[in-house]
């Protein structure tokens, strides 16, 4: 099993720009989630679903967009990117259910320029 | 909203010393608390998962705590090696969010040789 795998590794955007980060879990996992991690300030979360064709906003959901159109696939999308969104994004899944942890992807660093 | 404080933000021990990471939390109400390991560059792995009805998670050399009532946990490394070197976070469940994490900042761990 490849686990939860993000693509791309890494991209530089220019301010306006718009992009997709695609997240991949082979794990059959109900829950989807991205977070941000910025120097700082820990991760924070920008989305998730619990579903197939179900998404929910999380604490910092601004400027951003999320589809889950597949089980095993979780888009996040940038419109129109800004500086400010300059991070490292994190893409994890869970099964649903309380007593089980969330397995994570290992990031995609974007710079916004 | 519920904050996570670790303390201390860096630590730097020799090898073969026992070391113990501080987690606390603003709302006793949590649900799950869990522990992660972050190594530079990489994403998260968990490490141990403390469901709050539980008191304690032990796995190899490391042993987690809860204490809901002082909105306190602790994650204890014994007899610490080069290779633990690494961000440890510790997270919180968000109520109501697809068993979604509210993390720390981290503790970023050094152990010499």
């Known amino acids: 099993n490849a686990g939860v795998t993000q693509t791309p590794k890494f991209r530089v955007l220019k301010t306006g720009q718009s992009m997709t980060l695609l997240c991949a879990q082979d794990?059959?996992?109900?829950?989807m989630y991205w977070y941000r991690q910025d120097p700082g300030m820990g991760l924070r979360l920008i989305h998730y679903?619990?579903?197939?064709?179900?998404?929910a906003k999380g604490e910092v959901p601004d400027g951003y967009n999320v589809s889950r159109l597949k089980k095993q696939n979780f888009l996040l999308g940038l419109e129109s990117a800004a500086p400010s969104q300059t991070s490292v994004y994190f893409c994890?899944?869970?099964?649903?259910?309380?007593?089980?942890?969330?397995?994570f992807g290992p990031g995609t660093r974007l710079t916004v320029l | 909203k519920q904050e996570v404080t670790q303390i201390p933000a860096a630590l730097s021990v020799p090898e073969g010393e026992n070391l113990v990471l501080n987690c606390s939390f603003t709302?006793?109400?949590?649900?799950?608390l869990q522990w992660f390991r972050q190594d530079p560059g990489k994403g998260l792995t968990s490490l141990l998962l403390?469901?709050?009805?539980?008191r304690e998670q032990t796995s190899g050399r490391l042993n987690a705590s809860l204490d809901k009532s002082s909105g306190r946990s602790t994650l204890y490394i014994a007899a610490s090696q080069p290779g633990d070197s690494a961000t440890y976070l510790c997270?919180?469940?968000?109520?109501?969010?697809?068993?979604?994490?509210?993390f720390g900042k981290g503790t970023s761990l050094l152990v010499t040789p």
């Open positions: 794990m059959n996992h109900e829950y």
């Open positions: 709302d006793s109400a949590i649900y799950n």
């Open positions: 679903s619990v579903g197939e064709g179900t998404t």
């Open positions: 997270a919180v469940e968000i109520p109501n969010s697809g068993y979604a994490l509210n």
């Open positions: 994890a899944s869970s099964p649903a259910s309380s007593t089980d942890t969330q397995y």
């Open positions: 403390i469901q709050s009805s539980q």
